[in-house]
């Protein structure tokens, strides 16, 4: 059982540690993006060093306060919002953000937790690098969240999720003890990988405080197209088209629903829309080439042969990069669209790549059965990874549907496990999914991770009810 | 307290299995590749399905019997092999070697444990894709094992390591239970990642019986080349040039030095050797471009740019696919060499990427304190990833240096950690670095995975003394 944060623990505090390490705690760290949630906290601390984070958390270990680690505030899981139990500590890494050293040759950067992933992006580019992880948020979301989450993306495709980009990691781990993991390695098998055990974890065995990032070489020519597909099925031949030609220079495939595009008219109308008439489905397809090759010659080749193959309708392909940016700011742009209408229910799923065309026609009808809905169906179809969101018919709002928000997701869910998929491809499972998970995750993972949870946090300090119900 | 494998154990089981999963106890499951561990067990078990696996291991649970598992029996660490302690049971997964199931517009493969690499590789092949993983054992390395170890090998560079390439196991659990993990996802965030738990434990959390590999296109063109360096750290440079200009279409880079040109022209002089006068420092390079790119004329420009820039001499493009093999099996003949020679120590260690020079540079002076040796230094340079192997002076032996061997060890160890590598690059902890990790380890690490260690096996039954130390 876990005790809310008190004055008396607060003052003891005081004692070791600087009084910078100290905020007023304000609404920011109490909301969350789709506002789902709202948190309450006892405190919050904001402190500046790994060692200050340790002494918090031996603190809260002592005096069983539960902590929640908050990074961007850009989860969409509730992962950052505690609405509910023995008021926690809300620690912030919002002052660990240095960047603590690049090594150039390496292809290394080593940063801190607090560091915005627009800042880390920077700082590679800076250094003639690319850090590839690239998401909507990424203006906002720090990298312990990212890493946490393991978040996922744009080019996940080409480069991996958040795991794969990290070589190493620091972190506090719930009785206090500092993880020195902040290996610059490739290779490195002694022993378990804590890294890859803390990274998806949300906080809930750890809280990281620093990284070791993998850098890539910057492709140098890009070039993207937006090309309208017959259907998914077909956006997936034009995918294995385009590998097959091209391998790992595909940088990023999304599909796009016109539904997401309408979504921006309506209500980002300074968006420059590319198509008069928007097709049903278009990709959005990047590629990154090496020295000596014209990826935009190679998206028109690709185009032509998709083209015979009666993939594709009409195309676009980026004349110049300020092109190039504004088809992205186009996709980038649809998740916001999507807060602006207001979704019933928000699914990030995955399946099999080949259960794509199958999971988006029998969704459609079967949420039928259940109300009359727009589906807005987008996301990174190169790693079978759906955003399927539910709206209301126009005119409507999700408040007029919020008696059958928990049957949409049911039947979105239901049908994504059919399909051998999980619901929750790249958010996370955070406050949101954890009856999810009870229901749809195997029983030996399930037992295996409670019996991890318990080895290492023991008292349950350590994101309550986060991935796992906190025990009652 | 473990027991030892009793008769009325065997007799119990017999009635549980089939007879076919009962097998005479051969040498060959207590004999390791160095020779130096000599290995007991009570029984050899050699199921065919995941549910007698099972059945083995909740027998195993309920006696308090230990399990090693075995795969090809070519881990370099003792994993596969106990010495001393109760006899336990070897469960050979060899009967478990079906090819699942092919998901080919996913590039999935979803093969047994028991499945050798070489089989593997070949169902990629046949379904016109690569399974990239690949090492000198892959004739006789099984997948199950090769997850275990999160083995590394050649391609490491560009497809990552045994862990990048799995994308679901299926495992059985020290409690008996059946971790059903076997999804072909490329993002699934539902809670923690026990795969990348299980994957580097060998055998020491669980038995995985099956895995969901990651295939990916072939290159449409290769070419191999070998590059007289001046030195290593020009082989670095070279990799960064190569890097720059062709970003993922670099394979592999290895560096050899000649001693191991050398010790093939004394053990293996069969083996046509490339170089009339061989270079101190060579590199073998490959490339795997795409479509309507030339692999042999982008390895004959980065040559004229690296001989600009003066860091290779000599150098050979490989004429033909056949003359590509040729420089492979110069490259993977190096191990057996050096086996016919007889190291007195092999460290297969890793350092970050920059330190590679100052490694080389400084351990040879070290050790020549200690004693008069050879050195054969090679490996996967373009993962920080060397096998840095001291053999006796001409015409001693082993044998004669035995006593130096601790020392020999310690020296390259401790030069190892401090320049922030790692004493077990890709072979594993197995029961031969039990003592490294004890000493070299992250302590908050270690403290980490003895409460995983003890949580998910409560009795110590899987793979006892392997990775940590068995509790007395």
């Known amino acids: 059982m876990l005790s809310p944060v008190t004055e008396a623990f607060i003052a003891d505090l005081h004692t070791r540690l600087p009084a910078s390490s100290f905020r007023e705690l304000s609404p920011a760290y109490l909301e969350e993006p789709r506002g789902r949630y709202h948190g309450q906290g006892g405190a919050l601390l904001v402190p500046s060093t790994t060692d200050e984070v340790a002494e918090i958390v031996r603190a809260c270990a002592t005096a069983r306060i539960g902590i929640v680690p908050f990074g961007g505030g850009t989860g ?14 809300i620690l912030s890494l919002e002052r660990m953000r240095a960047v603590r050293a690049l090594y150039e040759r390496e292809n290394v950067l080593v940063v801190e937790a607090g560091a915005v992933l627009a800042e880390v992006q920077a700082a590679a580019e800076a ?4 850090f590839p992880l690239s998401l909507a948020s990424e203006g906002s979301a720090r990298i312990g969240g990212l890493l946490s989450t393991n978040a996922g993306g744009v080019n996940v495709l080409r480069y991996g999720n958040a795991r794969d980009l990290c070589l190493g990691i620091e972190a506090v781990l719930p009785d206090g003890s500092i993880l020195n993991g902040l290996k610059r390695l490739r290779k490195d098998n002694t022993g378990y990988d804590l890294r890859h055990l803390l990274v998806g974890a949300e906080g809930t065995l750890g809280i ?29 031949e034009l995918l294995a088209l385009a590998q097959a030609r091209l391998g790992e220079g595909v940088s990023a495939f999304e599909l796009m629903h016109r539904m997401g595009l309408d ?51 009409d195309g676009l392909i980026a004349r110049s990069q300020a ?35 199958e999971m988006i026609a029998r969704a459609g009808p079967a949420l039928a059965e259940i109300g009359e809905f727009r589906i807005n169906c987008f996301g990174h179809v190169g790693d079978g990874n759906l955003h399927y969101n539910v709206f209301p018919p126009p005119g409507e709002t999700r408040a007029d549907h919020e008696n059958k928000r928990a049957a949409v997701k049911r039947c979105v869910h239901d049908l994504v496990n059919d399909l051998g998929g999980s ?28 019996a991890i949870k318990s080895a290492l946090d023991p008292i349950g300090i350590m994101n309550p009810g986060v991935i796992l ?4």
Chains 1, 2 share one sequence.
């Open 76 to 89: 969409l899981v509730g992962g950052q919002i505690m609405a509910k139990g023995p008021a926690p500590v």
């Open 127 to 130: 250094a003639g690098r690319l």
């Open 208 to 236: 990281i405080t620093a990284a070791a990032l993998k850098l890539v070489p910057r492709p140098a020519q890009e070039a993207a197209a937006l090309l309208a597909v017959r259907d998914p099925a077909a956006a997936l």
């Open 263 to 313: 979504f921006l008219a309506q209500t980002m109308p300074g968006i420059r829309q590319p198509w008069p008439d928007p097709p049903d489905w278009s990709v959005l397809i990047d590629l990154g080439l090496g020295a000596g090759q014209d990826p935009g010659a190679a998206l028109e080749e690709l185009f032509v042969e998709a083209d015979a193959a009666g993939l594709v309708g």
């Open 323 to 357: 092109q190039r940016a504004e088809f992205w700011a186009l996709r980038e742009s649809i998740p916001l669209a999507n807060r602006r209408i207001g979704a019933i229910s928000s699914h990030d799923i995955s399946v099999p790549l080949s259960a794509i065309p």
């Open 423 to 450: 619901v929750s491809a790249e958010h996370g499972v955070g406050r949101l999914k954890v009856e999810d998970i009870e229901c749809y995750c195997d029983p030996a993972k399930l037992a295996a991770m409670r």
């Open 469 to 472: 119900r906190a025990p009652a």
